[in-house]
Each structure stands twice: as C-alpha cells, then as structure tokens.
C-alpha cells in the first residue's frame, strides 16, 4: 500500500491551536500555499494582522465569528458574521488588514487556504494597523 501519513504539529495558546495541515512538500512542489486550520476559544480573536503579497481565504467550519476586514488604502471597514449560521468563504486580499473574534459559546474552528506557505525566515505578516 503506498500511503503516507503525516503527523500534524499543534501550537497552542490561550487563543486555541493551529494546524498546518497541507503545505507545498505535502502536494509535491511549488505553486501551492497551505491549509490550516484554527481555533478560538469563546471570545478570542486569532488574526489581527494583514499581509503585502498573500491571500487568504476563510471558512468558519464550526462555531460563529465575526470578521473585520480594513482596507490599508482607503480604510473602508467590513464587518461579516460567519460560521454555523453563514457558511461562507471570504477571500482576503493583501493589504487587508483581518481580525476574527469568536461570538459563539463554543470553540470556533477556523479552515484557511493561504496562497504561500508560513515561512519563519519571510512571515509577510504585519501586525500594526496602517494609518
């Protein structure tokens, strides 16, 4: 049988755990980002940051959130409410600044497709609001 069987890494926090789940080695090369999943725990925001070169997508898959999105331009702010009760996938461009609180009782688990991969040496994560 020719499978594999990767062991995931959690970081936890206060906030909730992360996990890398598929990243550009899992799939056989370049071109692909990764997906992660996330938690928050009950009034937790994970996020609070924006990025100059990635995309982000976001899926609430368990739980409620609310999203705030500002753009680093023209500083047009969006609020959207996610998860059990709208299942929906928000794209987030760069320059986004992006903050997700969890408003439901329960954790809230969070799926993420990022266009490139976490890499420790070059983040492109900012976590200063732009003026």
Not at 9 to 36: H, Y
Not at 62 to 77: F, H, P, S, V, Y
Request: charged content about 30%; glycine content about 6%.
């Amino acid at each position: 049988m020719n499978i594999t069987i990767k062991k995931l890494n959690l970081k936890k926090d206060k906030r909730g755990w992360l996990a890398e789940i598929v990243r550009p080695e899992d799939v056989g090369g370049t071109g692909f980002g990764q997906i992660l999943v996330t938690t928050a725990s009950r009034a937790e925001i994970k996020g609070n940051h924006y990025h100059k070169r990635k995309t982000e997508w976001y899926c609430v898959i368990r739980g409620k959130a609310m999203l705030t999105i500002i753009d680093n331009k023209t500083k047009e702010q969006k609020e959207l409410f996610m998860g059990d009760d709208n299942m929906v996938l928000v794209k987030i461009p760069p320059h986004h600044f992006h903050a997700i609180k969890n408003i439901g009782k329960k954790e809230m688990y969070l799926m993420v497709y990022i266009s490139e991969a976490f890499d420790l040496n070059d983040q492109d994560t900012y976590h200063d609001i732009p003026q």
